[in-house]
T-cell receptor, first 113, second 115 residues
Framework: GDSVTQMEGPVTLSEEAFLTINCTYT??????LFWYVQYPGEGLQLLLK?????DKGSNKGFEATYRKETTSFHLEKGSVQVSDSAVYFC????????????FGPGTSLSVIP | DAGVTQSPTHLIKTRGQQVTLRCSPK?????VSWYQQALGQGPQFIFQ???????QRGNFPDRFSGHQFPNYSSELNVNALLLGDSALYLC??????????????FGAGTRLSVL
């Protein structure tokens, strides 16, 4: 079935370090891909998206490129801040499934000053 | 432009009771989906409502039921609560149709604790 796998956390980085969170997916068809972020005690916020192969999603310094050949959608940021501390979820949706979102297990990120 | 709103924010129930959670979709959206997020896990799809009918359902028992009203708002009902139903319940709204951009917008959630 359709699924998302992402690197296990928690991830702890110093401020201004480079961030990569790996994400791979399995899907029957051509999914849209997303990164959602969840700050402590809050709901989910859409961070960025890509709807077709080779698309690059970007927002707030975060980037991810839809790689169909490797079925990946890795999240990157060049210089993290303390305020980036949160849980990050990689996710996919399919039009054939009425856009229901399938989430990965989440990766917790802590950025220390 | 109001986003997705959910009520209540927090709820405490005891085993065997019934609970109703409410969701108002983002303006212009016609589809509502519900997700359960257990502590430390990713959200799991419960079901989706479109045109006042359940269009798709995840792997949840019949104790979980829902409703969508003509104004597109929705309710999630859970009967015979179990301790394992303790979770954050998230509502997401979207716009159906081929022209949509496959994006679901989430509310802040209702945190249900079953004692």
């Amino acid at each position: 079935g359709d699924s998302v796998t992402q690197m296990e956390g928690p991830v702890t980085l110093s401020e201004e370090a480079f961030l990569t969170i790996n994400c791979t997916y399995t899907a029957t068809g051509y999914p849209s891909l997303f990164w959602y972020v969840q700050y402590p005690g809050e709901g989910l916020q859409l961070l960025l998206k890509a709807t077709k192969a080779d698309d690059k999603g970007s927002n707030k310094g975060f980037e991810a490129t839809y790689r169909k050949e490797t079925t990946s959608f890795h999240l990157e940021k060049g210089s993290v801040q303390v305020s980036d501390s949160a849980v990050y979820f990689c996710a996919l949706s399919l039009k054939t499934s009425y856009d229901k979102v399938i989430f990965g297990p989440g990766t917790s990120l802590s950025v220390i000053p | 432009d109001a986003g997705v709103t959910q009520s209540p924010t927090h709820l405490i129930k005891t085993r065997g009771q019934q609970v109703t959670l409410r969701c108002s979709p983002k303006s212009g959206h016609d589809t509502v989906s519900w997700y359960q997020q257990a502590l430390g896990q990713g959200p799991q799809f419960i079901f989706q409502y479109y045109e006042e009918e359940e269009r798709q359902r995840g792997n949840f028992p019949d104790r979980f039921s829902g409703h969508q009203f003509p104004n597109y708002s929705s309710e999630l009902n859970v009967n015979a609560l179990l301790l394992g139903d303790s979770a954050l319940y998230l509502c997401a709204s979207s716009l159906a149709g081929r022209g949509s951009k496959n994006i679901q917008y989430f509310g802040a959630g209702t945190r249900l604790s079953v004692l």
